[in-house]
T-cell receptor, first 114, second 111 residues
């Protein structure tokens, strides 16, 4: 069964450094998302991406964040100048079409900022 | 903005019983509502979607109801099993398929 994959599974970085989280969505899916979950809190939407551009972003997704689909398979989230409060689980998700509604989530990348 | 409340942080039941989880939302009624399952350290997994014009939806031992008057959805697991132990998340689409999740209800099924 096709699945969303994410790398790395765990990333440790120092405050102020830049990190890139990588995702490979399901191949025929057209919509891509990033969510985050701070330990013990709810899953929060960050950004959605369709047709090579951002469709929607939350207030969390400020200038520190950027997304890119550098090729036909990868979808990345870049966090510049990381802060302690960026420590969280980051989930990538993909959706097949605009009428399918069901989002498929990856296993997540645990980001620890020290 | 839309707010979602899942009233029970945790629910403990005996194997074989029916688990009932509640999701309430404020403001506008969404066109549809989704339920996901999340195991510790894993991503959410889609379970069921119910549309605003549907009163009830079933999938195997799962049943979801949607009451737009009460602004509430109920999620039922019948004949519960220890393997059903997980956190169950209610989610609404707040635009362009961006999901807003509730805080979840942690279900523990005791053998």
């Amino acid at each position: 069964e096709p699945e969303v994959t994410q790398t790395p599974s765990h990333q440790v970085t120092q405050m102020g450094q830049e990190v890139i989280l990588r995702c490979v969505p399901i191949s025929n899916h057209l919509y891509f998302y990033w969510y985050r979950q701070i330990l013990g809190q709810k899953v929060e939407f960050l950004v959605s991406f369709y047709n090579n551009e951002i469709s929607e972003k939350s207030e969390i997704f400020d200038d520190q964040f950027s997304v890119e689909r550098p090729d036909g398979s990868n979808f990345t989230l870049k966090i510049r100048s990381t802060k302690l409060e960026d420590s969280a689980m980051y989930f990538c998700a993909s959706m097949e079409t605009d009428s399918s509604y069901e989002q498929y989530f990856g296993p997540g990348t645990r980001l620890t900022v020290t | 903005s839309q707010k979602i409340e899942q009233n029970s942080e945790a629910l403990n039941i005996q194997e074989g019983k029916t688990a009932t989880l509640t999701c309430n939302y404020t403001n506008y009624s969404p066109a549809y509502l989704q339920w996901y399952r999340q195991d510790p350290g894993r991503g959410p997994v889609f379970l069921l979607l119910i549309r605003e014009n549907e009163k009830e939806k079933r999938k195997e031992r799962l049943k979801v109801t949607f009451d737009t008057t009460l602004k509430q959805s109920l999620f039922h697991i019948t004949a519960s099993q220890p393997a059903d132990s997980a956190t169950y998340l209610c989610a609404l689409d707040t635009g362009r398929r961006a999901l807003t999740f509730g805080s979840g209800t942690r279900l523990q099924v005791q053998p």
